[in-house]
């Protein structure tokens, strides 16, 4: 809709920010079409996006930015994926991380029948059951505003239950306020790192011991030890490689990829049971994206239960183990990864049902069979 108030003014000029971040893959698909079409037809268009596959699907010119500064500009036919985001981050990066087989144990997290109302006091979360096993990582896949939110927040303790069972290492947390829920293993990474994941106008110090700052070795008799704070965040900022800040400095100043560090370290310290990752790449550039991938994967195998949450289909498909699909606040579907791909999710996404594409997919000749 809002694409269409623009074009119907009959603008020469197109900006677009992130345009496909709500659609699904069909969706996108087709979105590129119509940006292509008006390039040919004559409009002049502005297309910022950190998806390289966008890039050189619908760019004449690519120019990438980094750290406020142009880094170059080359015409799209002459350049790659891979040259793209070495300028980028300015050295080489993994796309697809690679991953160990999955060893799921016992149930780390269950949501049983969990219905949610929104802010607005509509129906968010529609009796959504699902379990989450220690060492594996379930990936949540849906089109941003199908339920994600208030689901992810009635799960971490920051919105009510109107109807269900939440069980965490099987004993029940329905009613756990925050504290209660991390004290049983709970770990949150938010969507929002600024709004939910930050202070910003606190040091990095006090943004790290946020959930930690009554344990003992952080303070005595109501008093905070700051020799022993000092020394977590610089093992925080070693740990995770958090450029840009020193023990005791602010956060405000960072970017982007280096705050998201600093949520992830404070959020990982002392080995979760179970991680809730909520778009925990919003925003990041790849060399970003690669580094939060490979810590989520580190603390799978370690045997933590993960819930990622992401819009991302790529990112979905890369880390989990098996995956769910929210439509309209309700999972319409569930994929082992190994059998997932864009096509399907993305009909699931859109509300469809695979049983068409299932009977579409013609059989394999017996010659090619054979062979």
Do not use: C, W
């Not at 292509?36 to 966008?54: M, P």
């Not at 607005?120 to 199908?146: F, M, Q, T």
């Amino acid at each position: 809709m809002e694409i269409l108030k623009t074009l119907q003014r009959h603008v020469r000029i197109l900006i677009l920010d992130e345009p496909t971040a709500v659609l699904t893959p069909q969706e996108v698909e087709e979105f590129l079409g119509i940006v292509r079409n008006l390039a040919k037809k004559g409009t002049t268009i502005v297309f910022i996006t950190h998806k390289l596959v966008e890039v050189v699907n619908v760019a004449d010119r690519v120019t990438v930015m980094r750290n406020g500064n142009v880094i170059g500009t080359k015409a799209v036919s002459e350049t790659s994926i891979p040259d793209m985001a070495r300028m980028m981050v300015g050295r080489e990066v993994v796309f697809r991380i690679e991953k160990q087989p999955a060893n799921p144990g016992t149930p780390i997290f269950e949501a049983q029948h969990l219905s949610v109302t929104s802010a607005s006091g509509v129906p968010a979360v529609v009796d959504v059951s699902l379990k989450v096993r220690k060492g594996e990582i379930l990936g949540v896949a849906g089109v941003s505003g199908n339920g994600q939110t208030e689901m992810v927040e009635a799960i971490t303790g920051l919105r009510p239950v109107d109807y269900g069972k939440l069980l965490i290492d099987g004993k029940d947390a329905t009613t756990d306020d925050v504290e209660k829920r991390r004290g049983r293993g709970m770990a949150h990474i938010p969507e929002d790192r600024i709004r939910v994941g930050l202070n910003l106008g606190t040091t990095l110090n006090e943004n790290i011991i946020v959930n930690r700052y009554k344990m003992s070795e952080f303070q005595k008799f109501g008093f905070m030890l700051h020799t022993a704070i000092n020394k977590f965040a610089e093992n925080i900022i070693k740990l995770f490689s958090i450029y840009g800040t020193v023990p005791g400095g602010g956060v405000a100043t960072l970017s982007g990829g280096n705050m998201q560090k600093v949520v992830i370290g404070r959020e990982l310290a002392g080995s979760p049971k179970f991680i809730v990752a909520n778009q925990p790449t919003r925003g990041l550039d790849v060399g970003s994206i690669e580094f939060v991938h490979t810590t989520l994967l580190k603390e799978r195998d370690k045997g933590a239960g993960i819930l990622l949450v992401s819009v991302e289909l790529e990112e979905i498909m890369s880390l989990s183990d098996r995956i769910v699909v929210l439509y309209r606040g309700g999972i319409v579907g569930e994929l082992d990864a190994a059998e997932a791909t864009e096509e399907k999710i993305g009909i699931l996404m859109a509300g469809g049902s695979l049983d068409a594409l299932e009977q579409k997919e013609p059989e394999a000749p017996a010659a090619e069979s054979a062979r």
